[in-house]
């Protein structure tokens, strides 16, 4: 079959491997690979002209060499390759591939907000604070944080941490959206993404060995970063499974049955919590938090919260919570005590400024000695990305009512998350029209996670040629219609199921097409496997 042959290149090139291993137990849910149930793949011609290569696939660091990441594997790769093979006259059933696999909004079409843009040309090129078309909203932003540059340059490094007054900046941004509740510049640590404050945070809480090793609870289905992440660090990975038949709620029971199962083998002593969710779009109501919180505080948890997306809640009768401003309202005892890390970021919300990197985290409890060790850390990569901290800037400190530039920003942010409630409706109502398959309401982020109900006939299929049933589905998804997603277990997803992870970040007219095209494909999958 042409697909195998594909992915076995991929695998081939690549090095990516297809175990997931905790010690020596296996995880369920990430037991088989998001790709292939096949054999690792053969090694490679070790000799260059009769000298022994010094780096192979065999003797490169391990922990590397099992890192996954689903959003960028060889489906995704075998997208790239069709696209090339478009451009060269190669006659497909389709003019295009739609890369719905991954929540990158400009790439999708989405304009960015102008003032955003209007700051970081300020501060990219300062010689426009003297052209008169730029708001003084904007050029009073940019010179601020020029004055806190080095060299009045966003060319210099800034401090490890940050520029200071963007920090400010964001320590403002917490108190006003947690209704008071302080906030401390020198808790705020500006990031490259969200992504690098979680690796950093995780490689100062990953030690021990065997039975004491650190053990990280990560939900199930899972943003892949995580299980990549724990991989790279040699940490225990423990899951803890959300409740699909229940719009992928959390329940604290599972928390639990989680935890003391996995103290049998390593010190689980993590929480990793995405909300609103990723992949699953559910969003956490205050009492699931506070359980959260008190599970934490009762078990000795160190709690980590991913929350880039917290503007993007689209359901009438869900709100964002932060686990900082829930954490406070729980008392001395639980704010005083609980440690905890917040993170945000660029490349989500309304922004979609993803090439920028931008993010921050907030660290609430933090040992004074393990600041310092968190500051050594970071020192080590100088500084974040300069243009990603004035984009930052943006973000916690927009322009306010009486300032020239508000209605414009109002009217575009509005605009721009009120065609993501439309389409995330639209697409969990098509979703549902469709014979096998299943959506659950997407409350907030920017996917669909539906779950696609496979005949036995395909499932045998796809184990005929060694890969997972979900990813047969979606390589023939991709090469029938040129609609790229990510299959579901490269997430995560409870034994017997399978999914699908899609953004809906596409213009509404195409993803009208993409559903559409979904929907055609399916009910053809179904009849010629039934």
């Not at 400010?168 to 992504?195: F, H």
């Not at 970071?378 to 004035?390: D, E, F, K, T, Y």
């Not at 508000?406 to 469709?434: D, H, P, S, Y």
């Not at 998804?477 to 596409?506: A, K, W």
Request: some cysteine; glycine content about 8%.
């Amino acid at each position: 079959m042409a697909t195998m042959c594909v992915i076995q290149k991929i695998v081939r090139r690549t090095g990516w491997q297809f175990k997931h291993q905790i010690g020596h137990h296996r995880i369920s849910g990430l037991g088989q690979s998001p790709y292939c149930i096949a054999a690792e793949a053969p090694a490679l011609e070790n000799k260059v002209n009769g000298r022994h290569r010094i780096l192979t696939l065999q003797s490169m660091n391990p922990q590397v060499r099992a890192v996954e990441y689903a959003i960028r594997g060889p489906i995704v790769q075998k997208a790239g390759e069709i696209e090339k093979e478009l451009l060269n006259g190669v006659k497909k059933p389709f003019d295009e591939v739609i890369k719905a696999n991954i929540g990158d909004a400009h790439a999708m079409g989405q304009q960015p907000i102008t003032f955003l843009r209007q700051v970081v040309a300020l501060c990219t090129y300062p010689d426009l604070l003297d052209n008169p078309s730029f708001p003084q909203d904007a050029k009073r932003r940019a010179k601020r944080i020029l004055e806190s540059c080095g060299g009045q340059s966003l060319g210099s490094y800034s401090i490890s941490q940050g520029v200071h007054c963007i920090r400010e900046d964001v320590a403002r941004y917490i108190e006003k959206r947690d209704g008071g509740v302080p906030a401390d510049p020198n808790n705020i640590y500006l990031t490259c993404g969200a992504s690098d404050g979680i690796s950093s945070i995780l490689k100062i809480l990953v030690s021990g060995e065997d039975k004491s090793r650190t053990g990280v609870m990560i939900p199930i289905p899972q943003y892949p970063l995580y299980s990549a992440a724990i991989s790279e660090l040699n940490a225990i990975q423990v899951n803890y499974y959300l409740d699909e038949d229940n719009c992928w709620a959390l329940n604290v029971n599972e928390l639990r049955r989680a935890f003391l199962h996995a103290k049998q083998y390593c010190n689980p002593k993590v929480l990793c919590i995405i909300n609103p969710g990723n992949p699953t779009g559910q969003v956490q109501n205050k009492r699931c938090i506070e359980d959260v919180i008190h599970f934490a505080w009762e078990e000795g948890l160190f709690l980590l919260a991913d929350e880039v997306y917290q503007d993007n809640v689209y359901s009438e009768s869900c709100q964002f919570h932060s686990f900082k401003k829930v954490l406070h309202d729980m008392g001395q005892e639980y704010f005083n005590n609980v440690e905890l890390v917040s993170f945000h970021s660029t490349s989500k919300g309304y922004m979609g400024e993803c090439g920028y990197r931008g993010g921050y985290m907030e660290v609430v409890n933090l040992h004074p000695d393990v600041t310092a060790q968190l500051v050594k850390l970071i020192s080590v990569r100088l500084c974040s990305p300069v243009p990603g901290q004035a984009a930052m800037d943006v973000v916690v400190n927009p322009p306010q009512p009486g300032e020239e530039s508000f209605e414009q920003f109002i009217r575009e942010k509005e605009a721009i998350l009120g065609n993501l409630a439309q389409k995330a409706k639209l697409t969990e109502e098509l979703f549902n029209k469709v014979p096998g398959i299943k959506c659950n309401p997407l409350q907030g982020a920017m996917y669909a996670f539906p779950r696609i109900f496979l005949p036995e006939k395909a499932i045998e299929k796809a184990k005929e040629h060694q890969m997972a049933p979900d990813l047969f589905y979606c390589m023939k998804l991709l090469e029938e219609t040129g609609i790229c997603v990510v299959p579901g277990s490269g997430f995560g997803q409870n034994d017997g199921t399978y999914h699908f992870r899609m953004t809906i970040l596409p213009p509404a007219e195409k993803l009208k097409i993409l559903l559409q095209k979904v929907k055609d494909f399916h009910v053809q999958f179904l009849e010629e496997y039934a």
